[in-house]
Nanobody
Framework: QVHLVESGGSLVQAGGSLRLSCRASGLTFTNYTMAWFRQAPGKEREGVSCIIWTGLMSDYEDSVKGRFTISRDNAKNTVYLQMNSLKPEDTAMYYC?????????????????????WGQGTQVTVSS
Protein backbone atom coordinates (compact mmCIF):
# COMPACT_ATOMS: atom_id res chain seq x y z
CA GLN A 1 0.00 0.00 0.00
CA VAL A 2 1.42 3.35 -1.07
CA HIS A 3 1.86 5.76 1.80
CA LEU A 4 2.95 9.39 1.43
CA VAL A 5 3.89 11.58 4.38
CA GLU A 6 4.55 15.28 3.93
CA SER A 7 6.50 17.46 6.34
CA GLY A 8 8.15 20.86 6.51
CA GLY A 9 5.15 23.16 6.44
CA SER A 10 5.24 26.15 8.74
CA LEU A 11 4.42 29.80 9.26
CA VAL A 12 6.92 32.03 7.45
CA GLN A 13 7.16 35.70 6.57
CA ALA A 14 6.82 36.90 3.01
CA GLY A 15 10.13 36.64 1.22
CA GLY A 16 11.19 33.66 3.29
CA SER A 17 11.92 30.08 2.33
CA LEU A 18 10.71 26.61 3.25
CA ARG A 19 11.56 23.12 2.12
CA LEU A 20 8.81 20.56 2.05
CA SER A 21 9.55 16.85 2.11
CA CYS A 22 7.41 13.88 1.15
CA ARG A 23 8.55 10.42 2.11
CA ALA A 24 7.01 7.53 0.23
CA SER A 25 6.68 3.93 1.34
CA GLY A 26 5.02 0.80 0.04
CA LEU A 27 6.22 1.31 -3.51
CA THR A 28 9.19 1.03 -5.82
CA PHE A 29 9.92 4.75 -5.83
CA THR A 30 11.66 4.88 -9.19
CA ASN A 31 8.51 3.51 -10.86
CA TYR A 32 6.56 6.59 -9.82
CA THR A 33 6.14 10.11 -11.07
CA MET A 34 5.86 12.51 -8.15
CA ALA A 35 4.13 15.87 -7.82
CA TRP A 36 3.15 18.62 -5.44
CA PHE A 37 -0.27 20.23 -5.30
CA ARG A 38 -1.77 22.88 -3.06
CA GLN A 39 -5.20 23.98 -1.94
CA ALA A 40 -6.04 27.28 -0.32
CA PRO A 41 -9.23 27.75 1.71
CA GLY A 42 -12.22 28.22 -0.59
CA LYS A 43 -10.21 27.41 -3.70
CA GLU A 44 -9.76 24.37 -5.87
CA ARG A 45 -6.67 22.23 -5.60
CA GLU A 46 -4.00 23.32 -8.07
CA GLY A 47 -0.88 21.68 -9.38
CA VAL A 48 2.45 23.16 -8.31
CA SER A 49 5.15 20.96 -9.75
CA CYS A 50 5.96 17.44 -10.94
CA ILE A 51 9.10 15.40 -11.51
CA ILE A 52 9.83 12.26 -13.46
CA TRP A 53 11.49 9.16 -12.04
CA THR A 54 15.07 10.16 -12.87
CA GLY A 55 14.65 13.69 -11.58
CA LEU A 56 15.96 14.99 -14.90
CA MET A 57 12.69 16.51 -16.06
CA SER A 58 10.24 18.60 -14.09
CA ASP A 59 7.47 21.09 -14.67
CA TYR A 60 6.03 24.01 -12.73
CA GLU A 61 2.86 26.02 -12.52
CA ASP A 62 3.52 29.50 -13.89
CA SER A 63 3.14 31.40 -10.62
CA VAL A 64 5.93 29.42 -8.92
CA LYS A 65 8.44 29.24 -11.77
CA GLY A 66 11.76 30.69 -10.72
CA ARG A 67 10.82 30.50 -7.01
CA PHE A 68 10.13 26.82 -6.35
CA THR A 69 12.35 23.84 -7.12
CA ILE A 70 11.26 20.22 -7.05
CA SER A 71 13.77 17.43 -6.55
CA ARG A 72 13.86 13.80 -5.52
CA ASP A 73 16.24 11.48 -3.74
CA ASN A 74 15.49 7.99 -4.99
CA ALA A 75 17.75 6.43 -2.38
CA LYS A 76 15.59 7.96 0.34
CA ASN A 77 12.21 7.54 -1.37
CA THR A 78 11.70 11.25 -0.86
CA VAL A 79 10.59 14.16 -3.01
CA TYR A 80 11.26 17.75 -1.99
CA LEU A 81 9.85 21.16 -2.79
CA GLN A 82 12.20 24.06 -2.11
CA MET A 83 10.15 27.23 -1.91
CA ASN A 84 11.91 30.60 -2.02
CA SER A 85 10.63 34.18 -2.16
CA LEU A 86 7.37 33.06 -0.62
CA LYS A 87 4.31 35.25 -1.04
CA PRO A 88 1.08 35.43 0.98
CA GLU A 89 -0.72 33.91 -2.00
CA ASP A 90 1.37 30.76 -1.57
CA THR A 91 -0.53 30.08 1.65
CA ALA A 92 -2.21 26.69 1.30
CA MET A 93 -2.21 23.07 2.32
CA TYR A 94 0.46 21.37 0.24
CA TYR A 95 -0.05 17.80 -0.88
CA CYS A 96 2.34 15.24 -2.27
CA UNK A 97 1.06 12.90 -4.99
CA UNK A 98 2.38 9.81 -6.75
CA UNK A 99 1.44 7.92 -9.86
CA UNK A 100 2.77 4.63 -11.14
CA UNK A 101 4.36 5.08 -14.54
CA UNK A 102 2.45 3.17 -17.21
CA UNK A 103 4.14 4.14 -20.44
CA UNK A 104 5.27 7.78 -20.17
CA UNK A 105 8.69 7.76 -18.55
CA UNK A 106 9.95 11.08 -19.95
CA UNK A 107 7.37 13.71 -18.99
CA UNK A 108 4.99 14.48 -16.16
CA UNK A 109 1.71 16.29 -15.62
CA UNK A 110 0.64 18.66 -12.88
CA UNK A 111 -3.04 17.90 -13.11
CA UNK A 112 -4.67 16.23 -10.12
CA UNK A 113 -6.52 13.68 -12.23
CA UNK A 114 -3.21 12.16 -13.28
CA UNK A 115 -2.38 10.99 -9.74
CA UNK A 116 -3.79 8.14 -7.71
CA UNK A 117 -1.91 8.34 -4.41
CA TRP A 118 -2.02 11.31 -2.10
CA GLY A 119 -0.59 12.35 1.24
CA GLN A 120 -2.43 14.08 4.06
CA GLY A 121 -0.84 17.46 3.45
CA THR A 122 1.32 19.97 5.27
CA GLN A 123 0.23 23.54 5.95
CA VAL A 124 2.21 26.48 4.61
CA THR A 125 1.23 29.93 5.84
CA VAL A 126 2.97 33.04 4.53
CA SER A 127 2.40 36.23 6.48
CA SER A 128 2.67 39.65 4.88
Amino acid sequence: QVHLVESGGSLVQAGGSLRLSCRASGLTFTNYTMAWFRQAPGKEREGVSCIIWTGLMSDYEDSVKGRFTISRDNAKNTVYLQMNSLKPEDTAMYYCAAEHIADNWETCLITSGAYTHWGQGTQVTVSS
